[in-house]
């Protein structure tokens, strides 16, 4: 049994290892062309890490609350560690490829709609209130004809970082 609880330890352990030595094992691998795409991901420390707990854990458990032995705690063990190392693999594979990570930019602002806070006057600069990413953004706006406040605006385009064009919404 010790046998087990120290490989579910081990398991542990290169869990912790893994988020401080993200992406040893995989940089391993990148000059065989024959391994190129198939183990993309299968032999990260996480993955490795489910497997080796698993097996560990698993076992120790079946050899202490069965008579099964040694060999069928492994052979019970080796295929829930396979379960969770392939689970281990397809959730950081979510994670990973789940969104771009791009920052928004200014030109995102585009044709969204948001409201007067100062008051724009012809050819000048007053503030609209949009909203970008989910957040409200306070910025500095410029229209063509003058805007009172409180008065929905549509954003034509951006000007700089913190200011666009706008135009006001006809009702």
Do not use: C, N
């Amino acid at each position: 049994m010790a046998w087990f609880l120290g490989l579910g330890i081990a398991g542990v352990v290169l869990l912790a290892l893994s988020l401080v030595l993200d992406g040893v094992l995989e940089g391993l691998f990148d000059g065989v062309a024959v391994l190129d795409g198939i183990v993309d991901g299968l032999l990260s420390l996480p993955v490795i890490a489910g497997f080796v707990s698993m097996l560990g854990f698993s076992g120790a458990i079946i050899l202490e609350t069965t008579g099964l032995g040694a060999v069928g705690a492994t052979v019970i063990g080796v295929p829930a560690g396979v379960l969770t190392g392939w689970f281990t693999y397809r959730l950081s594979r979510a994670l990973m490829d789940g969104s771009s990570g791009a920052a928004p930019r200014d030109d995102d602002l585009v044709g969204t709609s948001g409201s007067v806070v100062t008051a724009i006057p012809a050819g000048g600069y007053g503030e609209v209130l949009v909203h970008r990413a989910g957040q409200p953004v306070k910025l500095s706006a410029k229209s063509p004809v003058a805007v009172a406040r409180g008065a929905e605006v549509w954003v034509e385009q951006a000007l700089s970082q913190s200011a666009v064009s706008v135009r006001p919404v006809e009702r």
